[in-house]
Structures are given as structure tokens and as C-alpha cells.
């Protein structure tokens, strides 16, 4: 019984692999990582003694580096029981909750089809592969070498020329004993009532073939030798295998590249607007990009993306155009993201696409792009921001309403929610409200949490940064050593959060997903950083003494000295070894608050910075000025939350 690959990549997905090995072997405790499920153990192919055999749950596959044996769920179960491939399928189905398929002749008629079609597109291939290389082909060669493609990169992506004949693909297709509705069923001829003789669909163009999931030629793209085609890119008509919106060109060598990792960004994935600007990254390095083709990205095609990566970046032209498309995409992808699931936006110089930049700058330029790529809470504030008058009550309500709506288009709750209260927060900064006096020190303890605001606050707190709650700050506070960033010295915030980490193990796994991927600006706290992720990885995160022997191990005890000193002289006890886990847990979270709040700040003034390039009104222009005094009011006075750093009634000691 054959089975439909939607069926197979379901059952796979919601079956994670390791509890299919699991059964079979036992897990290394050492060297597993089930909480990123990343799992090692003796391989059950061969006989050995130190776990070689390594299984991800995110790919769903495993391999052994001692015998060599890789697969999928179904087989591990036919290679390691002798189960037949339904028989695999019947298994995994059940651990799935999926009910088996029934038997569908025709669907089987129709599978069967399309494997003799997939034969007939690689046949196809192949011939336009041999005119590019001909003498009709020395045109097409010459654009591509002008472009930039070495022979190396068009061999590798496959590339051909479509030669200009009416019919020199159908005759060659015909010679193979290809059958007349074989070669209309793949689009590769233009036919019909109207049409006597059917005719080469692509003609005079340079071709790009369009691999599925799994490798298979299913369509082209054809780019226009003549400047007076009708169209300069066109691509295969919807077909038995091509269905456009579905598809992502380079969706292969891209999966492959994520799962590789590298410095190029690999590990997420990149969504261009063409075939060349996806042809050239791979030639500058960046093997990780893919293609809508032709159109707009489609729900499918964003499904495909986070198959790929929980967070693929998507790559526009900086202009107003590209802008246009970027918030297009927004409104696109905004309803299905959830917790662990998002995109960032990568805004590119205005008037260049990839293949312009790597070309002219080198990759090194481009890879500056992917590093400003801009979150997707950033890009909705821009787009509903700029250019905005909201000089009247009216028009701060009609923001806020708007903001609601957009943010209410969110399914998964939680991730709504704080949405709702990041828009509510930037909200309340761009209005551009007059801080207020701060209470003094103890003055917030004695009025209590829900008592109301004190005469002459006008029901607000004063507010230490763009993207914060609103917060009582003390006189005491202000002043405090943690607010202030000697020239040349490590950021005291900074150190706290790492020192936190080292000293109080646990609060790594609790706040895994922000420890991960915690920006830090100083180079030996990013130092200590990896290796506190290292220890991690590698189950030696347990305790204190754990994480430290491998900053011995790595040759940063220095480094580690230096943030404990600071930390002794700035009486920061709650970070501290001997402090009681419950202090260390709530001073980490409002340092890590006050450091993500202080990132949001610097996002919204690059975001201001590009409404002012892309619109120059005065209003953008005030909206930058009031962004920028904020952001360097907070660089110079940065207040944290009342009593962090400064001795409570929990026991602790003095410094």
C-alpha cells in the first residue's frame, strides 16, 4: 500500500523520534540534552561502548558516527526489527492518534502518475542542461557569467537554457518515447482547443528548475533572454506536481544548511524575492535561502518556513515597495505565531536586492543586514506609526484602538497577551508622557501596591526606560552604583544577569529561552555566556561548582573575578553565592527585565531612524528627536526597581 507523503510527514511530526529509539536504547545522561531534544546512546546497529548513536527530535532523524546508519522513524523500525514499511507506518500512526488511510485505487493511480511525470521533468532538465552548454546556449551562458554564477554554481542549482524553437524540447521528449498527454500533464508544452499544434512553453530563456521537498524537478522558472518578452521571469503552469503556493524554491539545500549551522546565519532560514538573489547567497555562502515564486509569501509557504526554522528571517528591498511587501507579510504571518515561532524582518538598502549587495559588497554586507534584522513587534509599531499625527486625544485613542486590533489577530493567548502589553508600553513612551517626580526610598512600601497614586503623580510612576512597566523608582536608587557604566568597564547589569546565572544554576533552566539567547555588549561577558550554555549542553549545569570548572576549564576565572568584584562594590547581595534562591531568582528577572527593556528602547530608535528615511515629515522628525532624548536620558540615568541592590529584611550579607 502506498501512502500519501502528507499522511508520512503528519505522523512524523507528532511523533518525536526519540520516543520511538527510546524504547530500544538507553539514553547517555551525559551527553543528552532532552530539554533542546537533543539525545546520544550506544548504537543499537553495531556493539560499542561509548555512545556514538545521536537522534534530534527537531529533524526527526538519527545517525550513527561510528557505523553510519541514518533514517527516519519508519527506519529505524524496518532496519532494526525487520517490520515492513506498512507495518511501520501502522506503528508510528498509533503513537500518533492517527487513524490509518483507507486503500484509495485512484489516489494510488494518480501516485503512480506523478512518479512517471517527475521522470519525464528530470528528462527535461537534463535537455535544457545540454543546450546551455551548446552553441545555441552561448547567449544564456554569457548572461549568467555576467551575473556573477560561476560554472561551479550552475551546475550545482542545475541551470539550463530553453532554446528558441517552437518545439525542440517536445521533439526531443517524444524521441524518449515520452507520450503526447505525459508532456502537456507537466506543463511543458502550450496546448489546448484553441491551439492546432502544441508549442515549447519556454522559449529563449534561461531555466531554473524547481526541486519539491524531496529533490524532485516539479516545475521551472524561465528568465527572458529578449528584452521584448512579454514577461522577463516566468514560471510552469499549475500542474499534477507544481501547485506554486506550496512550494519554496531551494526548500532542500536550505534544510540542509539549517541543519548544519554555520557563521552564515545557518540554523534559521532566509525568504528572498527571486531564483538569482537565492543563486547568489548560496555562491557568497548562505546556502539557508529560499523563494516564494512569484508572488507574495502564501500561508503554506510560511508553514514550510517554520518547518525549516522557528524564526526564519524575511529579506526585503529598503524601499517603500519593499516596506509595503514586508507589512504585507506581518499581517501574513501574524496570526500563526506562538511561543517559539516568529520571524524578524531584514530591511535591505534602498534600491539593491541580495544579489545587487553580495555582488557590489561582498557578503560581509549582507550578513550585516541579517544581523539588524528587526523582530516582527518592531515592524507592526513602524508600520502603524509612521508619518502619524497624533498631536489630539482622537488620534492617541484611534493608535491604541488599532494597535488592539492588530495585536487581537493573535490566536496562541499567551503570546497575545504580551503583544497587547508591549504595544501598551511603547504606547505610553512614544505619547511622550512627562516623568514624574520618583517616590522616595521606602515611600512605595508604606503606600502598598494598590493604593492610589500620590498627589501631584497623575496616577502614573516614573518610568526608567522605553518598554517598561510602570515602576516606582527611589531617590537611593537612582544614585545607586548598578545604574552607571564606568567608561571601559564591564555594564553592571550585565554582570549581575551573568553572575546570577553561575551562581544559582537553576535559574538557567527557568529561564532557558532567555538565557539562550541573551544579548550581551560586553565581549568577556559573552565569553562567559557561551560557556555557561556549553555546561549546559553538556549536563555540567548543576551546580556552582559545575558551571565553574568549566570557566576554569575555558581560562575565564579572571573574567569571572572581575564581574564578582564589581558586584561586591556595587553591594548587589542578592546575586551573590550565599544569597537565598528566592532573592537571586527575583533580582535576576527584574535585571533581565531592565536589560530586554533597555534592547526595545534601541530597537524603536532604529525604527524611528527608518520612518524618518523612508518619510521625512515633521512628524517622523519629532518622533526621532523625542526617541533619541529618551534613549540617551536612559544611558545616563537608567533607575531600577525599588530595593534591588539595596539590603531587605531577608537575611544577606554586607559588603
Known sequence: MRFDNAFLDEIRDRVPISSVIGQRVTWDRKKTNASRGDY?????????????????????????????????????????????????????????????????????????????????????????????QSAAGA???????????????????????????????????????????????????????????????????VMFPIPDSRGRIIA????????????????????????????????VRARKAGARGGPNGEGSVIAVEGYMDVIALAQAGFENAVAPLGTALTENQMELLWRMSP??????????????????????????????????????????????????????????????????????WMRETAGGNFETPERKAELEKTLREVTGRIRD?????????????????????????????????????????????????????????????????????????AGGVMPLREAAIVVALVNHPSLIDENFEHTEFLELSHPDLRRLHVTILDALAHDAANDRDEVLARVDAAGEREIWERAVSLIRKARLWPVLEDAAVEDAREAFAQALHLHRSAGTLHKELKAAEMALATEPTDENYRHLVEIQTQFRDVQATEALIEGFGIPSGRAGRSF
Open 413 to 485: 493567548e499567551s503570546v497575545r497577551f504580551h503583544y497587547a502589553q508591549e504595544m501598551r508600553e511603547r504606547v505610553q513612551t512614544f505619547f511622550g508622557r512627562a516623568r514624574q517626580k520618583p517616590l522616595r526610598a521606602g515611600e512605595w512600601e508604606k503606600r502598598g501596591p494598590n493604593a492610589p497614586p500620590a498627589q501631584g503623580q497623575g496616577g502614573q510612576f516614573a518610568r526608567p526606560g522605553a518598554g517598561m512597566s510602570r515602576l516606582a523608582v527611589s531617590e537611593s536608587l537612582a544614585r545607586s552604583a548598578m545604574v552607571k557604566r
Open 40 to 132: 546520544w546512546a550506544c548504537c543499537p546497529f553495531h556493539g560499542e561502548n561509548t555512545p556514538s548513536f545521536h537522534c534530534e527530535d527537531k529533524k526527526g532523524r538519527y545517525h550513527c558516527f561510528g557505523c553510519g546508519v541514518t533514517g527516519d522513524h519508519f527506519r529505524f523500525l524496518t532496519e532494526l526489527e525487520g517490520v515492513s514499511f506498512p507495518e511501520a507506518v501502522e506503528r508510528i500512526a498509533g503513537l500518533a492518534g492517527v487513524p490509518m488511510p483507507a486503500r484509495d485505487e485512484r489516489a494510488e493511480a494518480r501516485e503512480k502518475q506523478r512518479a512517471s511525470l517527475t521522470d519525464v521533468m528530470e528528462l527535461a532538465t537534463r535537455f535544457f542542461q545540454d543546450q546551455l
Open 139 to 205: 547567449r544564456a551562458r554569457a548572461y549568467l557569467r555576467d551575473r556573477g554564477l560561476t560554472p561551479a554554481t550552475q551546475q550545482s542549482f542545475r541551470l539550463g537554457y530553453a532554446p528558441e524553437s517552437r518545439n525542440a524540447l517536445k521533439e526531443f521528449l517524444a524521441s524518449k518515447g515520452v507520450e503526447k498527454g505525459q508532456i502537456e500533464a507537466c506543463g511543458l508544452v502550450r496546448h489546448g482547443s484553441d491551439i492546432p499544434v502544441s508549442y515549447d512553453y519556454f522559449r529563449d530563456r
Open 311 to 380: 524564526e526564519p528571517v524575511l529579506c526585503f528591498d529598503g524601499d517603500a515597495a519593499g516596506l509595503k511587501a514586508a507589512w504585507r507579510a506581518a499581517d501574513l504571518v501574524l496570526p500563526g505565531i506562538g511561543p517559539g515561532r516568529t520571524v524578524r524582518f531584514a530591511l535591505l538598502p534602498e534600491g539593491k536586492d541580495p544579489d545587487d549587495l553580495v555582488r557590489a559588497e561582498g557578503a560581509e554586507a549582507f550578513r550585516q543586514v541579517l544581523e539588524e534584522a528587526r523582530p516582527l513587534a518592531d515592524l507592526l
Open 220 to 251: 521551472f522558472g524561465g528568465r527572458a533572454l529578449s528584452p521584448d518578452a512579454l514577461a522577463k521571469y516566468m514560471n510552469s503552469p499549475e500542474t499534477e506536481l507544481f501547485h506554486k503556493g506550496n512550494v519554496l524554491y531551494n526548500f
